[in-house]
């Protein structure tokens, strides 16, 4: 759930850092950056719609489930094998 809501923060915070930092004076750093995210957001749905805004989510969604099952399964491995190492029994086992 968190990625889709922050899905399209996230896309334009990297693009307006991307595209941003060359063009901005020190002392307007962070309007100039505003006004980049900004622009690149109206752009953005002005060429693709309000769903281009969540364009790519698929890939991330993909990503943060299958980052999210390998972390479980090394967690449960590593576990069982310090349970083994120390002689314990698990409490619950499925």
Do not use: C, D, W
Not at 48 to 57: A, D, E, S
């Amino acid at each position: 759930m968190a990625s889709v809501l922050s899905y399209e923060s996230l896309v334009h915070a990297v693009a307006g850092a991307v595209f941003g930092r060359h063009r901005l004076n020190p002392e307007n750093r962070t309007l100039g950056s505003l006004r980049n995210i900004l622009y690149l957001l109206h752009q953005r749905v002005r060429r693709f719609g309000i769903m281009g805004l969540y364009k790519g989510l698929e890939a991330k969604l993909l990503q943060t489930v299958l980052t999210a099952a390998l972390m479980f399964l090394v967690y449960e491995k590593l576990t069982a094998a310090t349970f083994t190492v120390m002689g314990l029994k698990r409490a619950h086992q499925h």
